[in-house]
């Protein structure tokens, strides 16, 4: 390393580290997406039931998103890369054992396990880059390309399931993680610093036990309101974890040691950051969904060639975090943010222009537009966050910015979900061909994807007219979802400009006093 007025710079060995710390993120991201083709495949040998078919899918992301305070305060305490390591192991051994289960049960504790491990290697990733990169410029091109692989993680996932599915069993979906875990683990010692706070003081189980408590039953709440409406079981789960939530701050405000300083929220900068994440992956997450179903059941591409369709945009996004990284050297943070929302914004208001028989450029270029535009933002948000916080409370720092993205990803598609979906029940309803008995009505209703299954039962000339307004009712829903997310990108680079606008950076030598000076952290020039 060579030393400038901003911290020492990074040399070859912590470029290098950048490259191997990639490997664990862009596996943690595959996995929540990789299962996308797997299903069928899963429910034909191990046959399970509706409900453990959905613990397959949920219980990796509800477990990840529980434990993540937990183990970033953790990490923060043992040891960032010890836990790093220690996660690549777990995340290893639970792959084999998804990879080689005999029945659903077995799989859904595996995808468990995996969740687990996975809380361990996603903050680990960001805070070990806060103590490997403290020249702010190589701080900022370093996140940025942690950013670019966060994203091209969850894009990846369905392409590299359609071809291993394609050539291998199921299990492959997961096997595929094992080699590169092993090159973390012969890798990072070597070329991965070890950094732990000097004065994190004690592991708090009762705070790790009540942010799990917190955390849990609201994802799982806004989950389900997603999937099956509002009721008011899934209402108390949310309020059982927002009390939660309050009973965890009020002992992280009493204890010595608190697992998060809520000194850190008293400042725009980290504050503003995760609430910029947070509606960055509400937009990105809630609307994946639509793109997916429309390329698959509105256009009728195969699952393989919509999966590779979908990678179009993300050649885009691949060009624009480093893009940020470079604009944000000559121009205000809060102005390049804002002009990543109104960037997604504009690829929305795209969106809102499409119908069933639109060409395909028309979604690719939407989805392009938008998604580049977040990743500016979210590019923007990581490297305020990284910089407002010491190198001792990385983790901490990372968890919440993890945990954020969790809950505006569940937001999104709650909220998103429940827009399309009573849009396109409406119109189904009043467009459906005559004489269409009430039992088909209603699994066409259902969903998308119910009615081209119905339509393939029907006479042809009933189940073409079916098929024609459903598709119709989709892409009318997915406008409807459009026009609210381009109001909240709106919305958003108002809040953005306004609330931060003059931040900067902290340097390292600036940070000193920050613990007891949180108002210094992201302050105004």
């Known amino acids: 390393m060579t030393t400038t007025q901003s911290g020492p710079r990074a040399g070859r060995r912590e470029w290098t580290g950048l490259a191997v710390l990639l490997l664990p993120l862009l596996l943690v991201s595959m996995d929540v997406s990789v299962l996308y083709f797997a299903v069928p495949f899963i429910s034909r040998d191990l046959e399970p039931s509706s409900t453990q078919q959905l613990w397959i899918f949920d219980v990796y992301g509800f477990v990840l998103a529980g434990l993540l305070i937990t183990m970033g305060s953790l990490g923060d305490r043992i040891g960032r890369r010890r836990l790093l390591l220690i996660g690549a192991v777990s995340f290893s051994l639970a792959s084999l054992g998804a990879a080689y289960a005999h029945t659903a049960g077995e799989l859904i504790a595996a995808r468990a ?26 701080r900022r091109t370093a996140i940025a390309i942690w950013t670019g692989g966060t994203t091209s993680g969850v894009a990846l996932g369905p392409v590299l399931s359609g071809f291993l599915l394609d050539h291998f069993w199921w299990g492959s979906v997961f096997l595929i993680n094992v080699p590169f875990m092993a090159m973390l683990l012969l890798l990072a010692p070597a070329l991965v610093p070890e950094f732990r706070a000097p004065r994190a003081g004690r592991f708090d189980l009762l705070g790790s036990l009540l942010s799990l408590g917190a955390v849990l039953p609201v994802i799982y709440g806004i989950k389900e309101i997603a999937a099956n409406g509002v009721s008011t079981p899934r209402l108390a789960y949310i309020t059982v974890g927002v009390v939660g ?20 929220f008293r400042s ?52 624009v975090a480093p893009l940020t990284a470079t604009l944000v050297q000559h121009f205000d943070r809060a102005y390049i943010a804002g002009a990543g929302f109104l960037f997604a914004g504009a690829g929305f208001c795209l969106l809102t222009q499409l119908h069933a028989q639109s060409h395909i450029g028309v979604v690719l270029i939407g989805a392009g537009t938008y998604a580049s535009g977040l990743v500016m933002v979210m590019t923007v948000g990581g490297e305020l966050i990284m910089g407002a916080v010491p190198p001792e409370r990385a983790g901490a720092a990372a968890a919440v910015v993890e945990t954020g993205t969790e809950f505006g990803g569940a937001l999104g598609m709650a909220v998103l979900g429940s827009i399309g ?85 902290e340097t390292t030598q600036s940070q000193d006093n920050e613990l007891e000076n949180p108002e210094l952290i992201g302050s105004a020039i």
Not at 248 to 256: G, I, V, Y
């Open 421 to 505: 979906t009573a849009i396109y029940r409406s119109d189904l309803v009043a467009h459906a061909p005559h004489g269409l008995s009430s039992g088909a009505l209603s699994a066409a209703r259902d969903t998308l994807g119910g009615a081209v299954t119905v339509s393939g039962q029907l006479p042809s000339r009933t189940g073409d007219a079916l098929l024609t307004a459903a598709r119709d009712a989709f892409t009318h829903g997915m406008n409807v979802a459009a026009v609210g997310a381009a109001a909240l990108m709106l919305a958003a680079a108002v809040i953005t400009v306004t609330t931060l606008r003059g931040l900067r950076v």
């Open 268 to 319: 725009r900068g980290f504050t503003g950051s995760v609430l910029m994440n947070l509606f960055a992956m509400f937009a990105i997450v809630g609307f994946a969904i639509f793109t997916t179903q429309y390329l698959q059941s509105v256009l009728g591409m195969s699952p393989m060639t919509a999966a590779l369709w979908s990678l179009v945009p993300s050649l885009g996004v691949g060009a």
């Open 245 to 264: 939530g309050g009973l965890f701050l009020l002992r992280q405000a009493r204890s010595d040691h608190p697992m998060i300083d809520l000194k850190l």
């Open 113 to 138: 396990i995996l969740g687990v491990a996975g809380a361990t290697l996603m903050p680990s990733t960001l805070a070990l880059i806060r103590n490997m990169f403290h020249e702010e410029k190589q």
